[in-house]
C-alpha cells in the first residue's frame, strides 16, 4: 500500500515537473529572443535600438490577436481556419464604416466577425461536423466577403489623424496599437486564470463525452468560442488596417501560418486540452522579436523561413508527452544515483 501511494506521488510529481516545463517555456522563448534581438546583430557590426522592440509591438499587434484567436480553438481540440478571413474582413469592415468614426468601424467588424465564428461554432457543435472542414469554408466566404466589400483590391483608409494617434510610440517602445492588443490579451488571460472559463476550455478540448459528464456545457464553450476567435481576429484586421492605412482584400495565407507557429511555441497541444492564453501570447511575442532580428540583418526570406520551421519542429518534438516523461525518467534516475 505504501509503494503504492509513493509510486502515485512520483508520478504527480512528474506530471507537475511537465506542466511547468511545458508553460514555462514560451515565456523563456520570449525572453530569449528579446536578448537574441540585441546581440546577434551587435556581434555582426549592425547597430540595433529600441526602435526594433517598438517595430516587433506594431506586428505583435495584429498578429498577436490572430494566433490568439486560432489558439483559443486549439485549445479546446477544434482549428479555425478561417481566422485570416475574418482578418481580412474585420480590417475592410471598419475601414469602409470607420472613416469619420474609428470606433463604430471597429465594433461593426467586432459585431460581423463574432456572428460569423459564432454560426461556425453552432454548425461544429451542433452538427458534430469537422472543423477544419467548416472553417475551411467559413475562409473562402470571409474573403470572398472582403473581396466584395473592396472591390477585389486594397482600399484606402483616408482618417490619417486615426492612424497617426495608432502609431505614435510611447515609453520608446509602446504605441496605442500594441497597447490596445496587449490590453485585451491580458483581460482574456486574466479570465482564463481567474474563472472556471479556463478550466472548462481544457476540458473541452480533452474530451466531450467526460466534459459533459463532468456538468462542462460544451455547445456553448465551443459557440463562445469560435465567436470569441472571430472577434479577435477582426480586431487584428482593424488594428492593422487602421494602423498602415489600408485594408488588404486578400493577406494572404503569412497570418495563419505566423499563428499556427506562435500557438504551438506557445505551448498549445494539436490535440487540444492544452495551453493558455500566457503561452500563446508569449510566443507570439517570441516570435515578432524573431522575424524582427531576421529583418534587422536583412536576411533573404528562405532562411527566415528555415529556422523558424526548424525551431518550430524541435519545439513540437520536445514538447510531446513521450519525450517529456523520457526526460523525467532521466531525472529520477540521475536522482536516485546521486543519492545512492
Known sequence: M???????????????????????????????????????????????????????????????????ALG????IGEFDLSVVGTYALGGMIAVKLGGENPIYGALAALVVCGAFGALQGFLVARFAVNSMAVT??????????????GDNRSQPYANFDVTGALNSPFLGVFSLRSGIAIVVIAALAALFLATPLGRDLRATGGGRRASRTAGVRVTPIVIGTFATSGMLAALGG???????????????????????????????????GRGTPVGIAAGALGLCFLSQLFTDMVSPQYVTSLVTGTLL????????????????RARQVRTRQSAA
Open 136 to 149: 475551411l469554408a467559413g475562409y473562402l466566404v470571409a474573403l470572398g466577403a472582403t473581396g466584395t466589400i
Open 2 to 68: 505504501r509503494l503504492t501511494t509513493t509510486t502515485t506521488l512520483v508520478t504527480a510529481s512528474a506530471r507537475s515537473r511537465r506542466g511547468r516545463i511545458v508553460s514555462l517555456w514560451p515565456i523563456a522563448f520570449a525572453v530569449g529572443m528579446l536578448i537574441v534581438l540585441f546581440v546577434i546583430p551587435t556581434l555582426s557590426g549592425r547597430s540595433v535600438t529600441i526602435f526594433s522592440v517598438y517595430n516587433s509591438l506594431q506586428s505583435y499587434a495584429a498578429l498577436g490577436l490572430v494566433a490568439l
Open 313 to 328: 519542429v524541435i519545439v513540437t518534438v520536445f514538447a510531446t508527452p513521450v519525450v517529456l516523461r523520457n526526460l523525467a
Open 238 to 272: 482593424t488594428l492593422q488596417s487602421y494602423g498602415v492605412a489600408t485594408a488588404a482584400s486578400n493577406p494572404g495565407l503569412s497570418p495563419l501560418i505566423f499563428a499556427v507557429t506562435a500557438a504551438l511555441l506557445g505551448g498549445i497541444a494539436l490535440t487540444g
Open 72 to 75: 483559443l480553438t486549439m485549445i
